[in-house]
């Protein structure tokens, strides 16, 4: 079963908590346990891709500095969608099907 304060696994009809020492009252429903998995995926997930929005996030502001301070008014707002939504997604797009190519050809 698993903790409903903490959300860890404990042994089956433990009274309290070995991690937190929450008073276990019920036990853990298969849909709260359907849940807490869920949302340990998702935590897992938001990981592997943190360093990707943390790239994504820097390259955005870079675009929207250059056209916030671009003096030679050349850098228009067309431009700052190509290289801040465009370019990104059409990486993401090629390295997406590559990855996608190369578990393919590994089978
Ligand atoms: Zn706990």
Do not use: R
Request: net charge positive; aromatic share 18%.
């Amino acid at each position: 079963m698993y903790c409903k304060q903490c959300g860890k696994e404990i042994a089956d009809n433990s009274v309290f908590c070995q991690h937190c020492g929450c008073k276990q009252d019920a036990k853990t429903t298969p849909s709260e346990k359907k849940i807490i998995e869920i949302t340990t995926t998702t935590i897992n997930l938001s990981d592997k891709s943190k360093k990707w929005l943390v790239i994504y996030g820097a390259w955005f502001l870079m675009t929207l500095i250059f056209l916030f301070y671009d003096e030679e008014d050349y850098y228009e707002f067309s431009m700052f969608l190509i290289y801040a939504i465009f370019l990104p997604y059409v990486i993401w797009g090629g390295v997406w099907l590559y990855k996608k190519k190369s578990s393919k050809d590994s089978k």
